[in-house]
Structure formats: C-alpha cells, structure tokens
C-alpha cells in the first residue's frame, strides 16, 4: 500500500516521517510514469503547480502551495509553500508529486531542488527527500540537516531506488512557519564512479 501524508516531523532533530494513503499502483496515470513540470513553469500564478500537490495533512496544518511568476531562481516560474496564520512552530507542510517507479529500479537516484525559506525563525527547515513503495515494503531517503532561512541554495539527497518499487514520492518539506521557495528540480541518475585502474 502506497503512504503518502506526513505524520510528523520532529522539530528538534528536522527529522521527516512520512506515512499515508492506499492507493493502487495501476492507479496512477499513464503519463505519470516520469516526473513532470519541475521548473513549475506549467499552470497560473497563484495556482497550485500542475502535476504538484499538497498532502491532506499538509492543507489541514495549514499549508498552501502556489505558482510565483516573480523572485524566482531559474526560468520563469516557480513555486512558493505558505504556512498560514493558524500553522504550529512544530508543524511540516510538503508539496509533492508522484510518478511510477518502474523506470527507476535499482538505480541510485538524487533529488535535488534550488530552495529559499523566508521565517524568522533560525529553527524552521527546508528538507528534500523521496519515497519509494512496493507491494511490502517501502524505502525513504531524507535530506537531514535541511536548509535554514536564507539565500536561495541547492539542496539534495541520494538513495539507491529498491528494485520491488512501484511508485516514488518526491517532496520539498517545510517545517514551522514562514516561506518556501522552490524551483529547478531534478530527479537523475547519479553516475556510476569508474572503476581503479
């Protein structure tokens, strides 16, 4: 079973658990099978990206996420995750997408994202990380440390994608309040090292 809302993330330690919703694998659109719109130059400013979403339990905390076609770092677009008036200090919000994993067995992957976080808070965080889900098991892999409040930086995480994967989660978190800005995402292959002569 797919699970895909966040439970908590432990603001002491910026440490992410993600957890969700059954759904099927056959269930996700056939033009999902590879990540889309990653530079959010797709869809209305003001809007939520296309091919994006925020989790149940993000918009219930109190998160929002959409298009800027303003103060962005490449291109033309790109998108902004809003925690609103009512969100707790010790709450997360993550936009997110989802695509098959198929593609993706075995490899090692890295996922990274040019992120800002406006707060005034020095506590609250930007973190990546993607999940993976088969049948019986599922793998997660986070960026721990995050990003703290500041200039726009490149962030990133790595893990090896399991070879029973059926469907893969990326997602751009925020804990606390504040502003996040994200743009220029990319899920690649890491290259393999050559081998010592």
């Not at 890295?110 to 049948?135: C, N, P, Q, Y």
Request: glycine fraction near 10%; proline fraction near 6%; aromatic fraction near 8%.
């Amino acid at each position: 079973m797919i699970r895909l809302a966040i439970f908590g993330l432990l603001a002491c330690g910026g440490f992410a658990q993600m957890r969700g919703l059954g759904v099927p694998p056959d269930a996700i659109a056939p033009d999902a099978a590879r990540p889309a719109n990653l530079g959010f130059e797709s869809g209305e400013a003001g809007s939520v990206p296309p091919e994006w979403s925020v989790d149940q339990v993000s918009r219930l905390n109190g998160y929002s996420a959409a298009v800027s076609r303003s103060d962005c770092h490449g291109g033309r677009a790109c998108a902004i995750l809003t925690a609103g008036p009512q969100v707790a200090r010790n709450n997360a919000g993550a936009l997110m997408q989802v695509f098959s994993g198929q593609p993706y067995r075995g490899k090692r992957m890295r996922l990274r994202a040019w992120v800002r976080l406006e707060s005034e808070s020095k506590r609250d965080r930007i973190h990546l990380m993607f999940l993976t889900d088969g049948e019986n098991s599922t793998a997660e892999f986070l960026d721990r440390s995050g990003v703290r409040p500041g200039a726009w930086t490149q962030a990133e995480v790595e893990g090896k994608v399991p070879w029973h994967a059926d469907l893969i989660h990326i997602a751009v978190v925020m804990t606390g309040k504040g502003k996040a800005w994200i743009d220029d995402v990319s899920f690649e292959e890491v290259s393999a090292s050559p081998s010592p002569k």
